[in-house]
Nanobody, 123 residues
Framework: QVHLVESGGGLVQAGGSLRLSCAHS????????MGWFRQAPGKEREFVAA????????VYADSVKGRFTISRDNPKNTLYLQMNDPNVDKAAVYYC????????????????WGQGTQVAVSS
């Protein structure tokens, strides 16, 4: 059973930056596609970014492309999301997930989720 634990959320000023982390407890982190999603109150879970274990290929939602960067540190079993200039993004809970599908951009393609970390943006 894989456990994912997100951290790094909080209040960030518009134009600032924040880095989220996701710790993976299993042995197969280095051969697993990982993704970040977010969910605002009353909304469905929305794709943010994903990174494949193959050559660390990445894919981003258009709304965050150029501002957010997903990365992974395999020796540390940790996934990251660097969020720059989040002023256009509303408050949401950010979740990391594991997928058996390379670079899946839909929540249904992920089979394990963390508990989430809250991010809010102040003007």
């Amino acid at each position: 059973q894989v456990h994912l634990v997100e951290s790094g959320g909080g209040l960030v000023q518009a134009g600032g930056s924040l880095r989220l982390s996701c710790a993976h407890s299993g042995r197969r982190f280095s051969t697993t596609t990982m993704g970040w999603f977010r969910q605002a109150p009353g909304k469905e879970r929305e794709f943010v970014a994903a990174i494949s274990w193959i050559l660390d290929n990445t894919v981003y939602a258009d709304s965050v492309k150029g501002r957010f960067t997903i990365s992974r540190d395999n020796p540390k079993n940790t996934l990251y999301l660097q969020m720059n200039d989040p002023n256009v993004d509303k408050a949401a809970v950010y979740y990391c997930g594991t997928s058996q599908v390379t670079l899946s951009i839909v929540a249904g393609g992920y089979d394990c989720w963390g508990q989430g970390t809250q991010v809010a943006v102040s003007s």
